[in-house]
């Protein structure tokens, strides 16, 4: 099926979410959609699935225009959307999540599930999709819960495959299947639009390249005539550093000790189950897991967010383990929050008052019980440009601010006042290339200034950057310290909970460290 989308514009008021753009997708291929945070790709895969409806242009399936009035419409015509958060249910079976809506029935209506099951492992073996029709999906590894999402969509004989940044939480090894998985299906005539921000894996798996900046498509490429640094700069508009450079760590003495930390949810169930951690002055220590391992949960309570059943949190002298978040705050813990837009900015206040959320009733920003707004507001435009932080004035809203900018303003927030840890969670989630390479680099600052830091992410590649020490999670536990150099390989099966720490690797050295590539 030749999918053609020929001047699709979509406003929102006065902003053009999307100007005039022309794409075109041929059977069995593989079209990556690149682009800034902001550019307006997921604007246009809403329109492309019926989500939304375009004030300009044209969709065209096989030469023939056609207008999805909704979703159902769009799957309907060939087109299967798997979004990043996926869409099933967790207590169903995968068969039934796989029909959910589209049931085949037998005799008095009733679902029939000997089909259901046929049909899934029919698609199973034809494209390499391995999942038991039976199995319940709250118990499968977000791998498997992902080819159930493809299922769905095939099943549906989706001719054109939506994937919208489908390896934000795999791991090396369950990236590696999903590429195999996308080749097969173009082999079988299938077209599929990518859409990522990492550029490594586009330059492994597409067929070509389209460019989006500002909502406007800025550039076509073929992935055999391009590198990242090219994309890098279509993608922002100007050259942008790729590679995390420091320095190798100089250690000083341990600044946070976690010992026995033990966490349970709402159920009672355990999600961090006898950690024992150490963070020195002058380090990164990277925790990588497949999110919903027990990362975020650990990592609240560090920043006295949560307190721990179990176990004792320390800070220095200070002891965080049943602390308030004021507490930790004054005791010299910087956070960068996971999300960044519910739990690190007030979105409906102005750049100047989020930048002061932390010390709004301390001098220089309060005297005598009442703030002093003009300090405030002279603070906000020093630190809109030691921050380079993207906006008209202090005075703009921060709602307002594209994802990389509010995430500059939380980053400024945080690391204007003395800092002895600095936990940074998820820091460049949904981040582009040109803020991405901002916010490593003041991580970095922040290290060689003595601070310990504490990095959370699920991004492997990110972990192996800047990681100086690599404690992997698996199902609430640290399974293993490593260095960088244990290789993205071995610290993706650890964070299936498959392969150990050898024993050189699980002591907790600081092997040397190497530039080392995040695209």
Do not use: W
Not at 214 to 219: A, I, S
Not at 226 to 248: F, H, I, N, Q, T
Not at 407 to 416: G, I, N, P
Not at 506 to 517: A, E, H
Request: proline content about 5%.
């Amino acid at each position: 099926m030749k999918l053609e989308l020929a001047g699709i514009t979509k406003r929102f008021g006065a902003l053009v979410a999307n100007d005039h753009i022309d794409l075109t997708v041929a059977p069995g291929e593989i079209h990556c959609l690149l682009g800034e945070n902001g550019a307006g790709k997921s604007t246009l895969m809403n329109v492309l699935f019926g989500l939304l409806h375009a004030d300009e242009g044209e969709i065209r399936i096989d030469d023939e225009p056609v207008r999805f009035a909704d979703p159902g419409d769009a799957v309907r015509r060939g087109i299967g959307m798997v979004h990043q958060h996926f869409m099933l249910v967790p207590v169903f079976s995968v068969a039934e999540n796989v029909v959910l809506g589209f049931e085949p029935t037998r005799g008095g209506g009733f679902l029939d599930h000997r089909k259901a099951r046929k049909d899934i492992r029919r698609l199973s073996q034809e494209f390499g999709l391995e999942v038991n029709p039976d199995a319940l999906v709250e118990h499968l590894p977000v791998g498997a819960q992902q080819r159930v999402e493809i299922l769905k969509a095939l099943i549906r004989d989706a001719k054109v495959l939506i994937l919208d940044e489908p390896t934000a939480v795999l791991t090396p090894q369950e990236i590696e299947a999903l590429f195999r998985i996308m080749r097969s299906l173009a082999l079988a005539g299938r077209s599929i639009l990518f859409i990522t921000h990492k550029l490594k894996e586009v330059l492994a798996v597409a067929d070509r390249i389209t460019v989006m900046r500002l909502g406007k498509v800025v550039g076509a490429a073929d992935p055999t005539a391009v590198d990242e640094a090219e994309l890098a700069a279509m993608m922002v508009g100007r050259s942008v550093e790729l590679v995390v450079r420091k320095e190798p760590p100089k250690p000083g003495p341990v600044v946070l000790e976690l010992r026995g930390v033990r966490i349970v949810d709402a159920r009672g169930v355990a999600v961090v189950d006898g950690v024992d951690l150490e963070v020195r002055a002058g380090e990164i220590v990277a925790l990588a897991g497949v999110q919903g391992n027990g990362q975020t949960e650990l990592s609240e309570a560090v920043c006295a967010l949560r307190n721990p059943e179990a176990g004792t949190i320390r800070l220095d002298s200070t002891d965080l383990t049943k602390a308030t978040p004021k507490a930790a705050l004054r005791a010299g813990v910087a956070n960068v929050p996971e999300d960044r837009q519910v739990d690190g900015l007030v979105l409906g206040m102005s750049i100047a008052d989020n930048l002061v959320l932390d010390l709004f009733d301390r001098e220089p920003f309060a005297r005598h019980g009442a703030r002093d707004l003009a300090r405030v507001a002279a603070d906000g435009e020093i630190k809109l440009a030691e921050f380079d932080i993207r906006a008209p004035s202090a005075r703009e809203t921060v709602g307002n601010l594209s994802g990389g900018n509010q995430q500059k303003v939380v980053v400024a927030r945080e690391l204007s006042r003395a800092v002895k840890l600095l936990v940074a969670s998820q820091p460049t989630r949904g981040l582009d290339v040109g803020s991405i390479e901002y916010v490593h680099r003041r991580i970095i600052e922040e290290r060689d200034r003595g601070a310990g830091v504490l990095l959370v992410s699920s991004e492997l590649d990110e972990v192996l950057a800047l990681g100086d020490r690599i404690a992997v999670m698996y199902r609430g536990r640290i399974v293993g310290i490593v260095g960088p150099s244990a290789g993205r390989d071995r610290i993706g099966l650890m964070m299936a909970g498959i392969a150990q720490p050898g024993p050189s690797e699980s002591d907790g050295d600081n092997p040397p460290v190497t530039n080392l590539d995040l695209t």
